[in-house]
């Protein structure tokens, strides 16, 4: 069943400017497209569950664990602002 559409009104609502020339191309491309997920959507997927992803996927985060660090004094003395444990940085708006 070929699908019909209207490119030049699709690009009126996109707002973009195409030349006849394009119209057709992207017309012709479209439709491929359409055609193609027209087919795959006529696949038998009974029984086959869902998924967001073609391929197995796992947590790729490393394990949180605890490790050396920098020394937080020494690092605060080298700061150019630091109030009690913390650094001292402008406000986003106003202050320098």
């Given at each position: 069943?070929?699908?019909?559409?209207?490119?030049?009104?699709?690009a009126?609502?996109?707002?973009?400017?195409?030349?006849?020339?394009?119209?057709?191309e992207?017309?012709?491309?479209?439709?491929?497209?359409?055609?193609?997920?027209?087919?795959?959507?006529?696949?038998?997927?009974?029984?086959?569950?869902?998924?967001?992803?073609?391929?197995?996927?796992?947590?790729?985060?490393?394990?949180?664990?605890?490790?050396?660090s920098?020394?937080?004094?020494?690092?605060?003395?080298?700061?150019p602002?630091?109030?009690?444990?913390?650094?001292?940085?402008?406000?986003?708006?106003?202050?320098?």
């Amino acid at each position: 069943m070929p699908v019909e559409i209207d490119i030049a009104k699709v690009a009126k609502l996109a707002r973009l400017a195409l030349s006849p020339e394009k119209l057709e191309e992207y017309g012709a491309q479209l439709v491929d497209i359409l055609e193609h997920a027209e087919r795959v959507g006529g696949l038998p997927t009974e029984g086959v569950p869902p998924t967001s992803h073609p391929l197995p996927m796992t947590n790729a985060f490393r394990a949180d664990e605890v490790r050396p660090s920098l020394d937080r004094d020494e690092v605060l003395e080298q700061a150019p602002q630091s109030e009690g444990p913390y650094f001292r940085v402008p406000r986003i708006l106003g202050e320098t």
